[in-house]
């Protein structure tokens, strides 16, 4: 079987999956543009050839090294980046060469714009926030009129939170058209609520591989506008009607062999037309990983693989390996350079080393919405979760992330049983 890696190097976790597909005995043929010898030694083991372009985004040399690849291996029968950056050009690339297992150029307006999106979430009848797409000033005022500010807008098409503003009032909506906008934006109702997600890998059949969730306690808008500290983590356990959601979310798509992402809003307050305080709002589509180190974070916090689970699917369609063991929440921490902490990370280690399974520096390229000093660690109860995450994100100004962290207990009481390693500390580099 040959598969064609797009962007094997980056972002780090990527050269994961092809490590494991080449254990399974796929012929894993990488694209990159990272030098060759710059590559680790493990992705270099994994690789069965590595064609190096100037620019991934240059189409004319993407489609020269498949061409290459398919001149010298013969069929492709799976190419992918595994990166919401790159999911347009996959598609091209598979409906180019006719490669069969994955998403095509037609199948992308739901994958990619926000507001054909919405119409998945009403096939599998998960309640949304109003919109319409921000065509014009006056338009938007009457939508405004509609649902109240304040109001989300961003780009139909785009990745993760980069471009997106919440506007409370009619300075900021004037703002807002008074910008040169080189993109069609979508404009939201405010959902009042945390984001939570549905996380893993589905099938062949559609069916669901590996199950996780990660919640969000502040705004990932926020995170990556206003420079605040990242914090989120994985769940112990994947609620039922997140679990249930997603499945409804998959079947409508009918998804079959990916990885996938799915956001929700768990509401704070009950809201009109959506539901009450607790209840899943729809957010977000995406057909690939969880972004940064999430897929190592379910792997720490599950005792499991996704990494070889998806190799697994890939290689033959269906699970060649069991996964036992403790269940923890695996929190995620990111400071900024900027801003100033009241612990130092000789005083973070000390106090939480034995639960760390992760230490180092997110790389320049993520760092806006990820932090710079990255802390992964996991722990037994939600307590002692949220007591790690005040101490190591508290300034001087304020309580960590701009978050209240509920039952926070004092750093002195902070030294919980640590959760069981599961596998070497790792850098985040």
Known sequence: MNFVYISP??????????????????????????????????????????????????????????????????????LESNNEYWLEQDARLRTDFNITTGL????????????????????????????????????AAAFVQKVGYPIIVKPDSGVGACGTWKLNNDADLNSFFAKQLDAEYIMEEFVPGEVTTFDGVCGSQGEVLLGASHVSPSSIMDMVNDGNDCFYY????????????????????????????????????AKEGMGRKGDIVALEINMRPAGGFTPDMIDY????????????????????????????YCAYFGRRDHRQYLHSHAEIMALYGT???????????????????????????????????????????????????????????????????????????
Request: net charge positive.
């Open 9 to 78: 190097h980056f972002p780090a976790v990527m050269q994961n999956f092809c490590t494991a597909l080449r254990e399974n005995g796929v012929t894993v043929l990488g694209i990159g543009d990272a030098p060759y010898e710059t590559l680790s030694d493990s992705l270099r083991g994994a690789l069965q050839e590595y064609y190096r372009v100037d620019d991934l985004g240059n189409y004319d040399q993407m489609l020269r090294a498949v061409a290459y690849f398919t001149f010298k291996y013969g069929k492709i029968d799976y």
């Open 104 to 139: 095509k150029t037609a199948d992308m307006g739901v994958y990619k714009c926000k507001s054909r999106m919405k119409e998945v979430y009403v096939k599998a009848g998960i309640p949304a926030a109003r919109w319409q797409l921000a065509t014009t000033a006056e338009a």
């Open 234 to 269: 994985v769940c112990k356990s994947v609620p039922t009607d997140v679990a249930a959601a997603g499945r409804s979310v998959l079947a409508a798509l009918d998804a079959k062999n990916r990885c996938f992402h799915l956001e929700f809003f768990r509401l704070s307050q």
């Open 301 to 328: 916090a599950y005792s499991t693989s996704l990494y070889q689970i998806y190799a697994d699917m890939v290689a033959f369609g269906e699970l060649r390996h069991s996964y036992t063991g403790p269940h923890a």
């Open 355 to 429: 639960h760390m399974h992760m230490v180092g520096r997110m790389p320049d390229a993520l760092s806006a919405a990820m932090g710079n000093q990255v802390y992964i660690a996991c722990f037994d109860t939600k307590r002692a979760l949220f007591g790690a995450a005040d101490y190591v994100l508290r300034t001087a100004q304020r309580s960590a992330c701009d978050v209240a962290f509920p039952d926070a207990p004092s750093s002195s009481a902070a030294q919980s049983k640590p959760a069981k390693q599961r596998g070497h500390r790792k850098s985040a580099n």
